[in-house]
Nanobody, 115 residues
Framework: QVHLVESGGGLVQAGGSLRLSCAASGGTFSTNAVSWYRQAPGKQRELVAIIGSGGQRNYRDSIKGRFTISRDNAKNTVTLQMNNLKPEDTAVYYC?????????WGQGTQVTVSS
């Protein structure tokens, strides 16, 4: 059974940076896509970025040029480097591992951006 643990959230001023990490344990990681989602209070969970097993990346329009997703299959980790953060980026960020036979979520990490 795969288990995901996110880390790296916190409080930062607008324009600052944070680096989120998602560590996987207990199962297949390298052959599945990994995504970062976020959910702000009172809003639906939304996809932020996704990286495929081959390293293909896609991003939400609102974060393009500011966020970078990457993966290290040897360490079973995916990171989300977030630069030039804005107050509207405030949310709980979740890691998701998804494949034909698997769909696992982490517990989330809070990101708060002050203006």
């Amino acid at each position: 059974q795969v288990h995901l643990v996110e880390s790296g959230g916190g409080l930062v001023q607008a324009g600052g940076s944070l680096r989120l990490s998602c560590a996987a344990s207990g199962g297949t990681f390298s052959t599945n896509a990994v995504s970062w989602y976020r959910q702000a209070p009172g809003k639906q969970r939304e996809l932020v970025a996704i990286i495929g097993s081959g390293g293909q990346r896609n991003y939400r329009d609102s974060i393009k040029g500011r966020f970078t997703i990457s993966r290290d299959n040897a360490k079973n980790t995916v990171t989300l480097q977030m630069n030039n953060l804005k107050p509207e980026d405030t949310a709980v960020y979740y890691c998701n591992l998804k494949g034909p036979f698997i769909n696992v979520w982490g517990q989330g990490t809070q990101v708060t951006v002050s203006s």
